[in-house]
């Protein structure tokens, strides 16, 4: 099973859509979470943290559930400038080198007008 | 906000020819350096974790000897891909952290891509 799974979409929805993307982590003992997003040919920048209250930053939420490893981005209201591929992001932790970022392989996000 | 800088942005090289790419932090020290591996349509995938003043931890199917790290400064580190072959032809991502990575905010330079004829 891989550390990190999305599905990849693409997810097409028209302006004003909300849209949500699942993500789903293998290691119960991750503790932190993040989404970022990707645009073509582009590094990757950092969206949000997750966190398991949840947290909303906008027309972004983000959701995390522990019990079934699973963490979710919401989107409200797309807009254009939305369009790109979504990456879920797991920190690993191992003890020669500290910890690192695992990255889902993205879910791509087209918002038409 | 913290910059990072690859260098080169862009190369194309022959077959069997190795080509080094320079990743810096600009304005902080990093104390850890990432490197990825993008293929098209795929995410990023972590190559190696770097510390300054180390060796690098390569992940699992990643073979050291083809691609070597050096992380000889707080502010600059190489990747080496030796003797690189088509299939080597990606983008390579380099990700700098004050910290030791992680939970530290990580911040990713743009990227070299890699042809490889």
């Known amino acids: 099973r891989k550390e990190v799974e999305q599905d990849p979409g693409p997810f097409n929805v028209p302006e004003g859509a909300t849209v949500a993307f699942n993500c789903t982590y293998s290691n119960s003992a991750s503790q932190s979470f993040f989404w970022y997003r990707q645009d073509c040919r582009k590094e990757p920048k950092l969206l949000m943290s997750?966190?398991?209250s949840g947290n909303e930053d906008g027309r972004f939420t983000a959701q995390l559930n522990r019990a079934s490893q699973y963490i979710s981005l919401l989107i409200r209201d797309s807009k254009l400038s939305d369009s790109a591929t979504y990456l879920c992001?797991?920190?690993?932790?191992?003890?020669?080198?500290?910890?690192?970022?695992?990255f889902g392989k993205g879910t791509t996000l087209s918002v038409s007008s | 906000g913290a910059v990072v800088s690859q260098h080169p942005s862009w190369v194309i090289c022959k077959s069997g020819t190795s080509v080094k790419i320079e990743c810096r932090s600009l304005?902080?020290?990093?104390?850890?350096m990432f490197w990825y591996r993008q293929f098209p349509k795929q995410s990023l995938m972590l190559m190696a974790t770097?510390?300054?003043?180390?060796?690098?931890?390569?992940e699992q199917g990643v073979e050291k000897d083809k691609f070597l790290i050096n992380h000889a400064s707080l502010t600059l580190s190489t990747l080496t891909v030796t003797s690189a072959h088509p299939e080597d032809s990606s983008f390579y991502i380099c990700?700098?952290?004050?910290?030791?990575?992680?939970?530290?905010?990580?911040?990713f330079g743009p990227g070299t891509r890699l042809t490889v004829l």
């Open positions: 992001v797991v920190v690993r932790t191992w003890h020669q080198a500290g910890t690192a970022l695992i």
């Open positions: 304005d902080f020290q990093a104390t850890t």
């Open positions: 997750v966190y398991s």
């Open positions: 770097s510390n300054e003043g180390s060796k690098a931890t390569y």
């Open positions: 990700s700098a952290s004050q910290g030791a990575g992680g939970t530290d905010t990580q911040y």
